[in-house]
């Protein structure tokens, strides 16, 4: 927990920024800083090594930005269909014209 709380009593960070980096939600990292200095929140320190490891660990990050590429080429993706049924429905409509004439 004090790695958390280092990070959001430094004069240049802001807990939206440190919340941002963790991915929790700056409320709750307002609210444990809170009952910390008020002396109602005690880290247990096995369960904080895990979660420090797991926050540091690259390889979560990494995943992070694959995920984050994955999401941006689904989009895409998407685009592309969209865009294809409507030139199929297009050359449906002219071929119906052109047949029709």
């Known amino acids: 927990m ?7 009593t430094k004069p240049n960070k802001r807990i939206k920024d440190v919340a941002e980096d963790l991915d929790i939600h700056p409320f709750m990292l307002s ?12 880290a247990d320190k096995r369960k904080l090594s895990k979660l420090v490891a797991g926050i540091n660990n ?13 999401e941006a080429e689904n989009a ?3 685009l592309e269909i969209d865009l294809l049924k ?3 429905r297009f050359l449906a409509e002219e071929q119906r014209q052109g047949s029709g004439s």
């Open 86 to 88: 409507k030139w199929q």
């Open 58 to 70: 690259p390889k979560s990050l990494s995943e992070k930005q694959r995920i984050q590429e994955l």
């Open 31 to 42: 609210r444990w800083r809170k009952e910390y200095i008020e002396g109602k929140l005690v």
């Open 76 to 78: 895409e993706l998407k």
């Open 2 to 8: 004090s790695l958390f709380l280092g990070r959001v």
